[in-house]
């Protein structure tokens, strides 16, 4: 399998406080990983520090393009609302079309506005494309947010708690559209609802404060 990205003897402290300890694991091209376990757990950290948005205490992260290592990857990333400064003045328009912005000066690729349309329309956030996100619902947030983590087809799509805010018809189409995502992009999913996702992932962890289990595959090393 091609590696995407490799954490080694991974440790992060808050404060002092130990929440991921000795982690070591892959993601490879194709996964569909999910991970869950309890709140406080390290979930969202160990996503954080897959994105090198969070530098770990110790140890190293890695990424990888063709079986070499690589500065960057092509990603898409669904945070969890209390990540959003939702103060500051963006459209949702410009949210959206924001994840197709490329290089200092925000260039959009030939065939921007056709994909922005069928973002819209997948996501259904076509009554508030005007709307600062600041006056969102919980799940009109959550849709934009999530249009703007897919609309580049990014090679690999991090989502944190993706059902957060969404209301049962949604959550069945974020459902449909993992299942497609997952056909063409790698997916490393955070969630506390495993039920219907778990039947979709391929792989499985297990963070539970300073631990990190994967029963289903032998390379990942317990802590």
Do not use: W
């Not at 992060?12 to 070591?24: C, P, Q, S």
């Not at 459209?91 to 030939?110: A, N």
């Amino acid at each position: 399998m091609e590696e995407l990205i490799r954490l080694t003897d991974v440790g992060v402290e808050f404060d002092g406080k130990r929440v991921l300890t000795d982690v070591n694991m892959s993601v490879n091209r194709g996964d569909f990983l999910a991970i869950t376990g309890p709140n406080g757990g390290g979930k969202t950290t160990l996503m954080r520090v897959m994105l090198k948005l969070l530098k770990p205490t110790r140890g190293k992260v890695e990424y990888f393009t063709a079986s070499r290592e690589a500065k960057r990857l092509k990603v898409g990333y669904l945070p969890q609302k209390s990540m959003i400064d939702t103060k500051f003045p963006v459209s949702v328009r410009d949210t959206i079309m924001s994840g197709l912005q490329t290089g200092f000066l925000g260039r959009l690729p030939s065939g921007a506005d056709t994909k922005f349309k069928e973002i819209v329309e997948l996501c259904g956030v076509g009554d508030y494309l005007d709307k600062r996100i600041g006056v969102l619902s919980g799940g009109q947030l959550q849709r934009t947010l999530l249009g703007r983590a897919i609309i580049s087809d990014p090679e690999i799509i991090f989502l944190d708690e993706p059902l957060s805010y969404v209301d049962k018809e949604f959550e069945h189409k974020i459902y449909s559209m993992m299942q497609d995502l997952s056909q063409r992009s790698t997916l490393v999913l955070v969630s506390h609802e495993m039920s219907e996702i778990g039947r979709m992932a391929n792989r499985h962890i297990l963070v539970d404060h300073h631990v990190v289990r994967c029963p289903h595959c032998h390379h990942l090393k317990e802590s």
